[in-house]
């Protein structure tokens, strides 16, 4: 009997459970204003795209507002908020607008990314083509998910929308073709449209290496969760040491990445890019759903794409009330933000909010609302900074065609009369072992925490002005407002003492040094439009082609679109140098095949000189609006 009771009072707690936690916790309706749905939504392959749908309580007749995002449907809509308007919150769109409006909101999973089904390709290319002989696209599943939406969505009115931003902004042109009749309105913000000519891989054939981490994480698996793991505090000395870009690339593992191995093989812009450029895509697809195109004038990935689209759509829409532009002051999505400031530059009001509740509102209620109400959104709606004013314009550039030509003169001066007599030039040694950094140091990785990233492109530029290895151009000081609405052209005249080169030019309002209203502006560079060009593709985007050593030849490429007032009492100014790193992978300026592959024997210094006087005199062509 003793052993029996000793037995009962030693023997484990197995039969009564302590912990106090529960095997699974049940869901809770923490939804207090609004009904959140997952759903895996059939496509016509039988691949599942894994679906958010929220609803306001007690929605009815109501219009959808769709993202389809790589960005993860789940974390966009993550339970952390009890309120509609608090859980729009995280979403790729403007949370105000669409809770103020009561749409129901729906994020979708694209193919093979997070919990959705299907293969993943970075750039997708459309179906039935070399890169994509699959019988689907993101056109198709866009298709297939409004089909199921209109269907399977009690509390809609059968109105289709999508938006987003970036990526989430190239989806919406994507849904463009061959759209479901269901779908009333595309919002495609900051999209990226050419990865080559302007948006995120490459500026006019110029790699910009500050994406390979996005390419690595967004690749790698399929949460989008792979780490890049550097061992500098300053990227511009992990890129200087690593070497090219495909060095890098192998020490980092992005060989095994599909995106990557197609980024190396395609250097130029062959029918790889060209074939996948939605500008040029959509022109060729007739225009049934009307579009507000939007973009940020200080963009710092896809400056290109908004305004591109625009120029390839505007031509087709002959009523001038399908296809709309809107741009503002912003940094890459920051519409859907406080858009009261970028970096210093301060714009007097909060831009974003005015244009959300200005055009995003109306423009949605208009297609989405079963009442449409009139709207009073111009075709363009841009933003014209120095002024800090919106404007709404029925067509865009408000410039002439012809552009007025802005002359880089001897002695750093810069004007609107040629110089003539005989050439002469500007020179200076470019260094790839000492590349001229975009930022100043130490430069974080692109999207660690702590970077500035996003407002790079409003850097003041004094702090490179004064390298021997920058030109600087300025005018006088302005005694009149000077207007800028276009596209500038660069028209540069230059040589290089080696066989490749790298010309980056600046378009840069200069702030009076004393400047009483705002003093962190006074003598500030402020840059309104810059960009690169790799010289290899001089004659020909598509194909590479060695530089005459020492030979003066002409250089031509289009700056990003600005919209700007030169105030009285500043000054313009010009920069050149052919370095903006590590951004921008260095030229090694040796002709060699593949630049992603350069060996360090290949990077040698070189001297450019830039004409400055006679016939071949540089000069950026101007979009003046007189
Ligand atoms: N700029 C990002 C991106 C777009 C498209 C392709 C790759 C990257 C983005 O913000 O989504």
Known sequence: ALAALVAATTAPATAQNYDERPAKMAPRDVG?????????????????????????????????????????????????????????????????????????????????????????????????????????DDSTDTYDTIDWLVKHVPESNGRVGISGISYDGFLPLMALINPHPALKVSVPMNPMVDGWRGDDWFHNGAFREGMMPYILGQEATKDAGTPWITDTADDYDYYLKGGSAGAIGKAQGLEQLGFWRKITQHPAYDSFWSSQA????????????????????????????????????????TANDMVYLSMGPWYHGQEVRDGSALGAVKWDADTAKWWRWHVLAPFLAHYLKSDQPAMDVAPVTMFQSGRNEWQKLDKWPTAPAAGTPLYLKPGGALGFQTTGGAATTADYISDPAAPVSYRVR?????????????????????????????????????????????????????????????????????????????????????????????????????VAKPIAANVPLKYKFALPTTNHVFLPGHKIMVQVQSSWFPLYDRNPQTFVPNIFFAQPKDYVRATQKVTVSGADESFISLPLVR
């Open 442 to 542: 130490p430069t974080l990785p692109t999207y660690a925490s702590g970077s500035t990233w996003k407002q790079w492109l409003v850097d003041d530029q004094r702090a490179v002005s004064g390298r021997p290895d920058v030109l600087t151009f300025t005018t006088d000081a302005l005694t009149t407002p000077t207007t800028v609405a276009g596209v500038p052209e660069v028209n540069l005249t230059a040589s290089t003492s080696g066989t490749d080169s790298d010309w980056v030019v600046k378009l840069i309002d200069v702030y009076p040094d004393v400047n009483p209203g705002d003093k962190a502006m006074a003598g500030y560079q402020l840059s309104v439009a810059m960009d690169i060009f790799r010289g290899r593709y001089r004659e020909d985007l598509a």
């Open 278 to 317: 939605m500008d040029t895509v959509l022109a060729g697809q007739p225009l049934k759903v009307p579009t507000l195109i939007v973009g940020g004038l200080w963009d710092q990935e896809d400056i290109y794409g908004a305004p591109a689209v625009y120029r390839a759509l505007e031509p087709k829409d």
């Open 32 to 136: 207090y204003d609004y009904v959140r749905k997952v759903v895996e939504i059939p496509m016509r392959d039988g691949v599942k795209l894994h679906t958010v749908i929220i609803v306001p309580k007690g929605a009815k007749d109501a219009g959808i507002l769709m993202t389809r995002t790589p960005y993860d449907a789940d974390g966009q809509t993550k339970v952390d908020s009890g309120t509609y308007a608090g859980i729009l919150e995280h979403g790729d769109g403007a949370g105000d607008v669409i809770a103020a409006a009561g749409y129901i909101r729906v994020i979708q999973d694209v193919r093979g990314m997070h919990a959705s089904e299907g293969i993943y390709m970075m750039n997708p290319a459309r179906a039935g083509t070399a890169q994509n002989p699959t019988k689907t």
